[in-house]
Nanobody
Framework: QVQLSESGGGLVQAGGSLRVTCVAS????????MGWFRQAPGKEREFVAA????????YYADSVKGRFTISRDNAKNTVYLQMNSLKPEDTAVYYC?????????????????WGQGTQVTVSS
C-alpha cells in the first residue's frame, strides 16, 4: 500500500513559479514510477509529467514541456513538480500518482495509487 500526500499549491500570478511536492509513505519508494496529473473544473484529469524509478527518464505533456520539471529524491520518498512561467490555463488540482511498472505513463488508468491533490491557481 502506498499513501501519497501533495503540498505546495497556492495562488500565483501569471508568469510566476510554484513547486508542488508529493511525499510517499512506502517502504521502497524507488520501486515506483511517479506521475503528476491535473484536473480543472469541468474537465477530465490530464497527464502533466512522469518520472521513472531512478529519475533517469522523464515524460511531459506538450502543454508544459519547457516550463515544468519533474524530479524525485528517493532518499526522501519525494517527487517534485517545479512549475515556471505559469499560465492561467495551468489552474487545476494537481495530483501525484504511483505505479510499479512502466507502460503508457500518460494514461491515468495505469496508476494504482493517488494523492488527495493540491490546488494551484494562476491569476491573470
Amino acid at each position: 500500500q502506498v499513501q501519497l500526500s501533495e503540498s505546495g499549491g497556492g495562488l500565483v500570478q501569471a508568469g510566476g513559479s510554484l513547486r508542488v511536492t508529493c511525499v510517499a509513505s512506502v517502504r521502497t519508494f524507488s520501486k515506483y514510477v511517479m506521475g503528476w496529473f491535473r484536473q480543472a473544473p469541468g474537465k477530465e484529469r490530464e497527464f502533466v509529467a512522469a518520472i521513472t524509478w531512478s529519475g533517469g527518464t522523464t515524460y511531459y505533456a506538450d502543454s508544459v514541456k519547457g516550463r515544468f520539471t519533474i524530479s524525485r529524491d528517493n532518499a526522501k520518498n519525494t517527487v517534485y513538480l517545479q512549475m515556471n512561467s505559469l499560465k492561467p490555463e495551468d489552474t487545476a488540482v494537481y495530483y501525484c500518482a504511483a505505479v510499479e511498472t512502466i507502460g503508457n505513463q500518460r494514461s491515468a488508468t495505469r496508476y494504482d495509487y493517488w494523492g488527495q491533490g493540491t490546488q494551484v491557481t494562476v491569476s491573470s
